[in-house]
T-cell receptor, first 112, second 113 residues
Framework: DTGVSQDPRHKITKRGQNVTFRCDPI?????LYWYRQTLGQGPEFLTY????????KSRLLSDRFSAERPKGSFSTLEIQRTEQGDSAMYLC??????????FGPGTRLTVL | GDSVTQMEGPVTLSEEAFLTINCTYT??????LFWYVQYPGEGLQLLLK?????DKGSNKGFEATYRKETTSFHLEKGSVQVSDSAVYFC????????????FGKGTRLSVIA
């Protein structure tokens, strides 16, 4: 069990650029979640996959955000035309059941 | 909607002091309740959980009891160590399951020797 991994760990970009983050869940976990965490706040849900199907999206996920999990394994989160308000820690979690979620180390995005 | 309210920090304690971090929730039905911990520079780690009323979750000397009558899930530890310094998050998954965690804002704990 290697845990949930995320890449990159840090990303600095200029406003207006596109960025893509990757999450590799624990193998055999069919549920995968994306959250966003800003300074001094708890994580907020963005979207959720069961296998390759995207089952739920938060209203936080504007049209500039898109997520995929094409083969039910790794997932990508893309942000187009980044804004300074997108600066945050992006967390991925995977789960083998309906209760317990295991988190990766996160990708810290800074938009200049 | 479902929500979690935690006591605001930061909390500063001396080593070996007793710790309580209060957490109350608002949810329909019977949610599952969790405490996650985030050590400096690391990701969130599950500390303990309870899935039904009166259950007690415990791990690494930490305990929390699911109290339906007071809608609470307070975190306690009898004797904290410097290594317990971290941010602690209370969270729930609604009764319907298969849905994301709803987190509180977190409580930062600093333990001084």
């Amino acid at each position: 069990d290697t845990g949930v991994s995320q890449d990159p760990r840090h990303k600095i970009t200029k406003r207006g650029q596109n960025v893509t983050f990757r999450c590799d869940p624990i193998s055999e976990h069919n549920r995968l979640y994306w959250y966003r965490q800003t300074l001094g706040q708890g994580p907020e849900f963005l979207t959720y996959f069961q296998n390759e199907a995207q089952l739920e999206k938060s209203r936080l996920l504007s049209d500039r955000f898109s997520a995929e999990r094409p083969k039910g394994s790794f997932s990508t989160l893309e942000i187009q035309r980044t804004e300074q308000g997108d600066s945050a820690m992006y967390l991925c979690a995977s789960s083998p059941d309906i209760d317990t979620q295991y988190f990766g180390p996160g990708t810290r995005l800074t938009v200049l | 909607g479902d929500s979690v309210t935690q006591m605001e920090g930061p909390v500063t304690l001396s080593e070996e002091a007793f710790l309580t971090i209060n957490c109350t929730y608002t949810a329909t039905g019977y949610p599952s309740l969790f405490w996650y911990v985030q050590y400096p520079g690391e990701g969130l780690q599950l500390l303990l959980k309870a899935t039904k009323a009166d259950d007690k979750g415990s791990n690494k000397g930490f305990e929390a009891t699911y109290r339906k009558e007071t809608t609470s899930f307070h975190l306690e530890k009898g004797s904290v160590q410097v290594s317990d310094s971290a941010v602690y998050f209370c969270a729930l998954i609604p009764f319907s399951g298969n849905t994301p965690l709803v987190f509180g804002k977190g409580t930062r704990l600093s333990v001084i020797a």
